[in-house]
């Protein structure tokens, strides 16, 4: 089976992430899917968002300088779309001591020329078939729904909304082009069981310590009872890299978990994330032997990564 290369939030490693010019790129390089993490507005429309809050990706603070909450940060839902549109995405940032933000990746695209805004969902899937059609491609669509128990307090549920958008678009049955994924287990048994989606599912699994919007225990499902209860409603799972990859033994050779075993043995294929060429695991020396270690060691199907090129590249020379 080939191993699919999914451009992490586009081409980020090149141009801000989750911006249309992100995805374009990712397009023009050949990536088999582009990811699509969405988050809804306060008027409840699915916009291209890795956050629920904008600051860190966008020049919110300096338009809307009042509509901060208590804790500081500026939430996406607080916005309707017609005011996100309004703001011009830029690289992603990070607080700084002493005040203000610093560029997450000090080596990537410049924060400063505010050349995009945050696309709608229905937006960056009609840029994409657009491109599919003037190109004779068939890329694929790779959606992660963000936080879905907090919208519930605000809007309908995001997982509907996100399949509204499939169906007008024309995707909501293309099994062979659309992942949808999500930290939460009961959102992807909703669509699986209420929903009745044909789309497969992919489980993301994190670390209990990130405090992410569910209450799953993520050490339980990197155990063989935990991915035989991912396999009752999903087809995939999609860890950290580094529950995957334990680094170096005292030879030098890889260590690696059994997760991608236990995996396969239930029919489940593992994407990881996020394989990064400015961050990698200690001990790795480039982005090529990450990809080794990852694909010809521990077998993975398919890499979530911020540099397709590279990935795709990898693989025509292995062959």
């Not at 709608?120 to 190109?135: F, M, N, P, V, Y």
């Not at 690696?256 to 994407?271: I, K, N, S, Y």
Request: glycine share 8%; proline share 6%; net charge negative.
């Amino acid at each position: 089976m080939e191993t699919i290369v999914i451009a992490h939030r586009g081409a980020c490693g090149y141009l801000p992430e989750h911006t249309l010019a992100a995805k374009a790129l990712a397009h023009g390089m050949g990536a088999h899917y582009i990811e699509q993490d969405v988050v809804l507005t306060r008027d409840c429309v699915p916009v291209v968002l890795h956050d629920i809050h904008l600051e860190a990706t966008t020049d919110v603070a300096a338009k809307f300088p009042d509509r901060v909450r208590p804790d500081g940060r500026f939430y996406a839902i607080d916005f309707t779309l017609a005011e996100i549109k309004q703001l011009r995405a830029h690289e992603r940032t990070v607080p700084q001591k002493g005040g203000g933000r610093r560029p997450a990746y000090p080596g990537r695209f410049p924060t400063e020329p505010g050349l995009f805004e945050v696309p709608t969902l229905e937006e960056e899937i009609t840029l994409l078939a657009g491109l599919d059609r003037s190109t004779g491609r068939r890329t694929g669509l790779y959606i992660e729904m963000k936080s879905p128990n907090w919208h519930l307090a605000t809007c309908e549920d995001l997982s509907g909304a996100v399949l509204d958008v499939l169906h007008r678009t024309g995707y909501a049955e293309r099994t062979d082009q659309v992942f949808l994924q999500c930290f939460d287990d009961k959102t992807l048994r909703h669509l699986r069981h209420e929903l009745k989606t044909p789309l497969p599912l992919v489980q993301l699994i994190g670390e209990n310590a990130w405090g992410e919007d569910s209450e799953v225990d993520y050490t339980y499902l990197r155990t063989a009872q935990g991915l035989d209860d991912i396999a009752s409603f999903a087809d995939g799972i999609g860890p950290w890299l580094h529950q995957i990859y334990r680094g170096r033994d005292e030879a030098g050779a890889p260590r690696f978990t059994d997760l991608v075993p236990l995996a396969h043995e239930r029919g489940l294929v593992v994407h990881p994330y996020t394989l990064r060429a400015d961050e990698l695991p200690r001990g790795v020396a480039s982005f090529d032997e990450l990809m080794d270690i990852l694909v010809a060691g521990a077998g993975v199907d398919g890499v979530f990564t911020d540099f397709p090129d590279l990935a795709l590249r990898y693989l025509q020379r292995r062959g």
